[in-house]
Each structure stands twice: as C-alpha cells, then as structure tokens.
Nanobody
Framework: QVQLVESGGGLVQPGGSLRLSCAASGSSFTIYAMGWYRQAPGKQRELVAGVQSDGSTKYADGVKGRFAMSRDGAKNTGYLQMNSLKPEDTAVYFC??????????????WGQGTQVTVAS
C-alpha cells in the first residue's frame, strides 16, 4: 500500500557530504511524521533526525550542525543532507514514516536501508 525507497548512500571520505533520499509511493496515504535512523555494527538503532509534533526538527547531539532534513512535498520525497561526515557516521541509514491510509490505524513504514561508509 505504501512503500519507502531509499537512495544516496555510498563511500565517502571524512569531511565529505552525502544526501540521502527517501521516496514514498503508493495510493491513498498521507505521511504525518517521519525520521531518519541509523544502525552501526554491534550498536542499537538510533534516531538521527525526526520531525516533531510541533513542526520542529530534532537532531541527535552527535549530528547537530552537520545534518539537515528537508522535504519536497510535490515529489513525496524526504532528504537527509549530511555534511562534514566523520568515520563514526558509518552505519546503515533507514528512513521511517507514519502514514494515514484507509486502514483503521496509521501505518509505521520503514525503508530498506542504505549503507553509508565514511573512510579515507
């Protein structure tokens, strides 16, 4: 019914930049919340950035000033701009969205994940 497709991951050197994309597709849905998560080997999945109920965006302490979320509503696509990348940013990044459909309850949707590797 609703699917998230991610792209933009890859290998970059420290100090470089990447922009991750998360495109939503389907029919009869409205996304009302979204966020980006990441999971490194041996570590728990953590919230990187997410839109809060008041419309503000919350960023994890370790990425403040370096990462930024944005959205192209016409394309149903969200973005995570990542600048000044560090080796500790290496992880699989996932986008997540909660969507309203014709189902009784909202859907919690995850993308497939995209690998980001920061190394020289």
């Amino acid at each position: 019914q609703v699917q998230l497709v991610e792209s933009g991951g890859g290998l970059v050197q420290p100090g470089g930049s990447l922009r991750l994309s998360c495109a939503a597709s389907g029919s009869s849905f409205t996304i009302y919340a979204m966020g980006w998560y990441r999971q490194a080997p041996g570590k728990q999945r953590e919230l990187v950035a997410g839109v809060q109920s008041d419309g503000s965006t919350k960023y994890a302490d370790g990425v403040k000033g370096r990462f930024a979320m944005s959205r192209d509503g016409a394309k149903n696509t969200g973005y995570l701009q990542m600048n000044s990348l560090k080796p500790e940013d290496t992880a699989v990044y996932f986008c997540n969205a909660q969507a309203i459909t014709d189902s009784p309850y909202p859907l919690d949707i995850w993308g497939q994940g995209t690998q980001v590797t920061v190394a020289s």
